[in-house]
């Protein structure tokens, strides 16, 4: 197996996370631009950011490992499998690739190059989904490279589930955080509406859940 410099892997995390962000936050404004139906624009959402991630873990792979998020880096270098001293060029590379695909879509869109975000997104709920996200994504990683390292590209789709079974949408990556600090609007600053039966408890359950992951929804009755 070919080994790459610092240099050249440095390239291709920066490179990837660019790529990766920039499918994240376009797929985003898209959807929102075609449709006000949250479900469906984060569906679209999902689709974008799983295909862009078994493309790119699958170019990227064989040169840097495909990280393209701190956790992993910091996972990686705990477990030998990342030299301590090319960690700080991996965080750098993935944190700098991402705000450059932040501002790539926003151009692309002609939106302002730098917006700053205005919902919170905090509490407990928010903190422990994501807890799980990047544990989960992490231990799917790990896994696959001991048992079935060919199918490692696919199995990032993890993601894409991750979208729909946290309240925080999976963020998993410290990187990615960083650039929705930046970006306003998207699939995690749409409004949510919802029809409300208080009579039903998978109505009062669902309104709960949404209240919980730090959103505020229109509630209609």
Known sequence: MTTFDLPRRFAAEALGAGLLVATVVGSGIMAE?????????????????????????????????????????????????????DLPAYLVAQVVGGIAGTIAAHLMFALPVLEVATKLRAGPAQWFSEAVATFGLVAVILAGLRFEQRAVPWLVVYITAGYWFTASTSFANPAVAVHRAIR??????????????????????????????????????
């Not at 479900?39 to 699958?58: I, K």
């Not at 992993?72 to 990342?82: A, G, I, M, T, Y």
Request: proline fraction near 5%; charge should be neutral.
């Open 33 to 85: 631009t075609l449709t006000h139906d949250t479900a469906l624009a984060l569906l679209g959402n999902t689709l974008a950011t799983g295909a862009m991630l078994v493309v790119l873990v699958t170019i990227r792979g064989p040169i840097s490992g495909a990280h393209f998020n701190p956790a992993v880096s910091l996972v990686f270098c705990l477990n030998r499998k990342l030299p301590a001293r």
């Open 184 to 221: 306003a609007t998207e699939s995690q600053a749409m409004t949510i509406t919802i029809y409300h039966n208080p009579a039903c408890g998978t109505s009062r359950n669902t309104l709960a859940m949404i209240c919980a992951s730090g959103e505020e929804p229109v509630v209609i009755e």
